[in-house]
């Protein structure tokens, strides 16, 4: 016994010594977040109710009334909603999240997953980029694979045309290479250069490798102006085919042409839903799009003095158009095209010439009608998404998800706020398939948020689009506190999502 004593004695003085110099190693295993007095609005679009939350290990450790214990953290939630941190199913911080992991602009509004990849453009490969963020992001990640992505791997420069056989066989082994890397499923932006040519049965053949993997297709159609109808029984038809569900992305009417015929896309998109086909959209509460400046001119005619001229009235005329970059000439940028072309003693049509000839640029376009934009936001079949992300120069990129509950909720009474949140929380999260988060209940994940009703607006502006929102009192994500009392705390929970 003496012998055996002396034995575990060097053993137990080290293990009180790494205690003493390690304290934080047991604390962190044994600390605990309890936010108390909070208005529960747990996501399912159920009546909000009064009560606490345990934050534990990462996840929910128990919803109700809760005793505090000496391992807790208390935070005092009185006047406060907490809810599920809020999923950007379409979100283009790509670049971003590479460059500021702390990813400010987009916890400030209470987003705690971004799924990035929309629009037909992704990373790739996908686990390349994942690598990359592994550890060092402020929020969770997941993506899609773009279709004009895989277009560019196979086809390069050489795009303007219809894929052959062998071109889209090389296409698909691709797709079926990301999507056992975790994509979500294929994302395509047939308005934009690279996707225009693909044609329907293209698409059809590349949805079909996402169905084999439980992916989705999410798209940005060919048309969201006089052919939006049409575009929208295209995006239904490659979904029936491919037997997959279709998310229709940034769901709008986007010039004054076709300024109140929402009421005719809900429609088809409600007689499809009746019959069974599993489809659903996303929106950002905005009437100003942002885009290319050659979406303009759907012909593709783009020295055509009538066409661009056509153009530039369709969205309401050239003071309607909002320079945001061009990288021929940065002085362009922040300005309208009636402005700069006023200064050039130039038309309108003729700056557009140039700055396509020069490389083109990123545009805001004010040509949206806000009843269009209520009628899709009240369905329930539409989520919340930014089509933003970090640096973006549109504010939505900042401002989507308190504007939603400042203005649409508070201020317009559109829907309540239980129905706001389930468009931002549980919603996109069932669309994904993520079973552990976007919803308030015990066992997920605690990405949570915490603000105040009374206050939550947006103050992004299209002068300013990177100032931050009021009103977002705390974010969590996986548990971890990462924007407080209006700053970054500088943490890096943010886990990569996998489909």
Request: charged share 25%.
């Amino acid at each position: 016994m003496k012998n055996m004593f002396r034995s575990t004695l060097p053993l137990a003085l080290f293990v009180a010594l790494y205690i003493l110099a390690f304290p934080s190693v047991d604390l962190a295993q044994n600390r605990s977040i309890l936010i108390r007095n909070a208005s529960i609005v747990e996501g399912t679009g159920a009546p909000v109710f009064a009560g606490d939350l345990r934050i534990k290990n990462s996840k929910i450790a128990k919803v109700g009334k809760i005793k505090p214990s000496s391992n807790d953290e208390v935070i005092d939630a009185t006047g406060l909603v907490l809810a599920p941190g809020f999923i950007d199913i379409h979100n283009h911080s790509e670049s971003g999240l590479l460059r500021e992991g702390t990813a400010a602009n987009q916890v400030s509004q209470g987003i705690t997953t971004v799924i990035v990849g929309p629009d037909g453009g992704s990373p790739f490969p996908i686990e390349d980029y994942f690598a990359k963020l592994d550890g060092k992001v402020a929020v969770n990640v997941g993506a899609f694979i773009g279709h004009a992505t895989l277009r560019e791997q196979v086809m390069k420069g050489d795009y303007v045309r219809k894929a052959t056989d062998a071109e889209i066989a090389e296409m698909q082994k691709l797709l079926e290479q990301s999507m056992k890397e975790g994509a979500f499923g294929l994302s395509s932006g047939l308005e934009y250069d690279v996707g225009f040519s693909a044609s329907t049965e293209e698409l059809i053949a590349l949805a079909r490798i996402s169905a084999k993997h439980k992916g989705i297709y999410m798209t940005h159609m060919r048309d969201e102006e006089e052919g939006m109808l049409d575009a929208l029984r295209e995006a239904i038809r490659i979904g029936r085919e491919a037997k997959l569900p279709v998310q229709i992305s940034h769901i709008k009417m986007g010039n004054r042409n076709v300024w109140g015929e929402s009421a005719n896309a809900i429609a088809l998109i409600e007689e499809t839903r009746n019959a069974g086909f599993d489809i659903t959209a996303d929106a950002y509460p905005y009437t100003a799009w942002a885009s290319t400046i050659t979406v303009l001119v759907p012909s593709r005619k783009h020295e055509d003095r009538d066409e661009i001229e056509k153009g530039l009235n369709n969205v309401g005329g050239a003071d309607k158009v909002l320079i945001t970059s061009h990288a021929a000439n940065r002085a362009y940028e922040m300005r309208t095209m009636s402005d700069i072309a006023a200064s050039k003693n130039i038309s309108p049509v003729d700056l557009y010439i140039e700055i396509v000839k020069n490389g083109g640029a990123g545009v805001v376009c004010n040509s949206m009608n806000e009843d269009d934009v209520k009628a899709f936001y009240t369905q329930p079949w539409v989520m919340v998404s930014s089509d933003g992300g970090i640096g973006s120069r549109h504010p939505r990129g900042t401002g989507t998800f308190t504007r939603v509950l400042g203005k649409f909720v508070r201020e317009n009474k559109w829907f309540g706020l239980e129905e706001a949140v389930r468009k931002m929380s549980a919603m996109p999260a069932a669309r994904l398939g993520l079973k552990d988060r976007g919803l308030i209940k015990k066992g997920l994940k605690a990405d949570l948020v915490l603000f105040d009703p009374a206050t939550v607006i947006d103050r992004a502006t299209f002068a300013e689009p990177q100032v931050f929102s009021i009103g977002m009192k705390a974010v969590f994500v996986n548990g971890v506190n990462v924007w407080d009392g209006g700053k970054i705390t500088g943490q890096l929970p943010g886990k990569i999502l996998r489909r």
